[in-house]
């Protein structure tokens, strides 16, 4: 039986808001098993709706995959590629702690046993694909369809929501980590999640993060989304994204 190492914690808590028990007020802990029903993420919703102040449901739906998508994106993954383990990522697994009143909604990613896997006996790939396939296809797809069917929010922007951070973590942020070869090797996983993963793992005809690769890299190296996230329909106050489509169509 292995589990995440504290040094590993802390890398984690260092880069990708990764919940660790520092002393800091806790404000709101949302356990990932309540977004295991359609009530609990309808209530997330509401709650998520209310503190923001937004003004358009389907952005607080969007803004809620957005945040997830980053978790699901960075903490496995990075763990993956980077030290060779898997976490148990089901919802019975997590909670999002909030320690700040950022309108923004950015809370922590906790995961209450640290329990990890490890290829052992299979292949890397063979390892990957059964972890990958627990992820993608028992955890963020069921989740992506609740909140679907309470909003009509399209599956398509939550699949994007998630693969904007992919993106980020294997183009970008590797590569001010390490040098270009160590980087480049790492992109082996980054190819495996994107284009290979057949459709089964993720419940699905097709790999849905394939259908973003071919968006354009802009000059700050991040990827032109190809839907909306609704960001800017927030509130009044609310901007597009950086990466925003629309940007372009201006």
């Known amino acids: 039986m292995s589990f995440i190492k504290r040094s590993e914690e802390e890398f984690l808590h260092q880069h990708f808001r990764y919940y660790m028990d520092l002393d800091r007020e806790i404000i709101e802990v949302i356990q990932g098993k309540?977004?295991?029903?359609?009530?609990?993420?309808?209530?997330?919703?509401?709650q998520m709706h209310a503190f923001m102040g937004s003004e358009f449901m389907l952005t607080t739906a969007s803004i809620?995959?957005?945040r997830y998508g980053y978790y699901i994106a960075t903490v496995p993954l990075a763990l993956m590629t980077i030290f060779n383990k898997f976490p148990?990522?089901?919802l019975s697994n997590i909670e999002l702690v909030r320690i700040d009143e950022d309108?923004?909604?950015?809370?922590?990613?906790?995961?209450?046993?640290?329990?990890v896997s490890e290829p052992a006996n299979q292949t890397r790939e063979e390892w990957m694909n059964t972890e990958l396939e627990k992820l993608f296809n028992h955890h963020v797809r069921p989740l992506f369809l609740k909140i679907n069917q309470l909003t009509r929010l399209s599956m398509d922007v939550m699949w994007?929501?998630?693969a904007i951070y992919i993106f980020w973590l294997y183009e970008r942020q590797f590569y001010e980590w390490y040098d270009d070869g160590v980087a480049s090797g790492m992109?082996?996983?980054?190819?495996?999640?994107?284009?290979?993963?057949?459709?089964?793992?993720?419940?699905m005809k097709s790999n849905p993060f394939t259908?973003?690769?071919?968006?354009?890299i802009l000059s700050t190296g991040a990827r032109e989304r190809k839907c909306c996230c609704l960001s800017y329909k927030k509130n009044k106050d609310s901007t597009?994204?950086?990466?925003?489509p629309h940007l372009s169509r201006h």
């Open 240 to 244: 597009y994204c950086k990466v925003c």
């Open 34 to 46: 309540d977004l295991q029903t359609v009530d609990g993420v309808q209530q997330t919703l509401d």
């Open 211 to 216: 259908y973003f690769l071919d968006q354009p």
């Open 88 to 90: 148990d990522m089901r």
């Open 187 to 203: 992109k082996r996983d980054f190819y495996y999640v994107v284009r290979d993963l057949p459709g089964e793992v993720f419940g």
């Open 160 to 162: 994007e929501n998630t």
């Open 103 to 115: 309108k923004k909604w950015l809370p922590q990613f906790n995961l209450l046993s640290k329990e």
């Open 64 to 66: 809620l995959s957005k």
